[in-house]
């Protein structure tokens, strides 16, 4: 576990006399407490890739570049008239099918719409949620040790403590369980696409529940699953039927193709959610009117999830096998968006190498010390594209 940096003192200085008077004091910016931003290091190698004679295959960063489904941008183009502010609890229509999927999807037939947020986009959340929650010095906030990065973001935000754990946040040691406030959980798991068991889930949800610690299990990936079936702490055989200490984040980026919309929800505790929906009021993090009608169309069908599905798994077989053929060995990646894959060597050699191919894809250092060995490979890319990766892996 390690603590935050202090940062520069934001003590106002004595008052002054002379030349001095009135002159600005240094000012401590939030950037001082954040890493660098890691997509940086990248641009190098895109630039490398790209200059390849076919062009890049950017595998990288797992933007989806499938259309919009046509009855979702018609919906948008009709609610296109919307001059007034929207709310922050969003409006009944797309309350109600979160509501219904949540029902359908992770079997959380007992929330009500008390038990509903909408959110600008995932990562938002995730970035604010600690500060939200009221967590400060002290505190700890623990997440899984290979993560989406911004998980430690929040928590510095937060000026909280950070603490990660490999496979289960019960092996945390007993003085950081003590200051334990908010456990992240990620399944299926951005970057290795790892799914944890429904058991799993349940003893960690009566563990933390034991200690009065909050669980935020981020389960934007819930519906890409491969060879595993996703759970959600949500499901009554995780949660006994109780929503309390728990929250669930899911997106509509992926298995929509509305990145571009920023559409997201968090479900579960209604008094946490009551409390959060407080705190976005007075900072005004509302999601648009037209994206909200949107997201409510794109919730209530499933045929274009199935089709998106299926575009996908195309891509995601093509992709492991070339990988596998050329000496890469995957690991997990039973769900999300991304092969987990290594071929033994440091991440940056894999990532040059690649690069020379004219493919692009993510160091696995990006989400903690345990991924140096390992590239994230997304299968976002268009199916010409994939099999241009395909070809260049197999030469």
């Given at each position: 576990m390690t603590g935050l940096p202090d940062g520069p003192s934001s003590t106002t200085p004595a008052p002054s006399s002379g030349s001095d008077r009135g002159a600005a004091r240094p000012v401590s910016t939030v950037a001082e407490l954040l890493p660098v931003f890691p997509w940086d290091r990248l641009e190098p190698y895109k630039a490398r890739a790209a200059a390849h004679p076919d062009g890049i295959v950017d595998l990288s960063v797992g933007t989806p570049v499938d259309p919009v489904p046509e009855l979702v941008q018609q919906v948008l183009r009709d609610s296109s008239d919307r001059p007034g502010y929207p709310t922050v609890w969003g409006t009944a229509a797309y309350r109600a099918a979160i509501l219904g999927w949540a029902g359908r999807r992770l079997g959380a037939t007992a929330l009500t719409e008390r038990g509903v947020l909408p959110v600008v986009g995932s990562k938002e959340l995730v970035a604010w949620l600690p500060v939200q929650l009221g967590l400060g010095p002290g505190d700890v906030v623990a997440f899984p040790r290979l993560a989406y990065p911004t998980y430690e973001v929040g928590a510095r935000l937060a000026r909280a403590d950070v603490a990660t754990y490999a496979d289960d946040p019960r092996e945390l040691d007993e003085e950081t369980q003590a200051r334990l406030r908010l456990v992240w959980l990620n399944s299926p798991s951005n970057p290795t696409g790892r799914v944890l068991p429904a058991g799993r889930l349940r003893e960690i949800v009566a563990w933390a529940r034991e200690r009065g610690v909050l669980i935020a299990s981020d389960e934007c990936y819930l519906e890409l699953g491969w060879e595993a079936d996703p759970a959600s702490v949500l499901h009554p055989d995780v949660c006994g039927g109780s929503y309390e200490g728990l929250l669930a984040l899911h997106s509509l980026s992926k298995?929509?193709?509305?990145?571009?919309?920023?559409?997201?929800?968090?479900?579960?505790?209604?008094?946490?959610?009551?409390?959060?929906?407080?705190?976005?009021?007075?900072?005004?993090?509302?999601?648009?009117?037209?994206?909200?009608?949107?997201?409510?169309?794109?919730?209530?069908?499933?045929?274009?999830?199935?089709e998106q599905r299926e575009r996908y798994a195309r891509r995601r077989a093509a992709l492991r096998k070339a990988l596998e053929g050329s000496g890469f060995r995957v690991e997990h990646s039973e769900a999300s968006l991304y092969l987990w894959a290594t071929r033994e060597e440091s991440c940056w050699d894999t990532v040059a190498a690649l690069a020379d191919l004219g493919i692009l894809v993510a160091p696995g250092e990006?989400?903690?010390?345990?991924?140096?060995?390992?590239?994230?490979?997304?299968?976002?890319a268009t199916d010409e594209r994939v099999d241009a990766a395909v070809s260049r892996l197999a030469r």
């Open positions: 298995r929509s193709n509305l990145a571009g919309y920023r559409a997201a929800f968090l479900l579960g505790d209604p008094g946490l959610l009551h409390a959060l929906l407080q705190v976005r009021k007075h900072g005004g993090m509302m999601t648009a009117a037209p994206v909200q009608d949107a997201a409510a169309a794109a919730l209530a069908d499933d045929a274009h999830v199935a990006f989400y903690g010390e345990d991924g140096a060995r390992f590239v994230r490979v997304a299968f976002t």
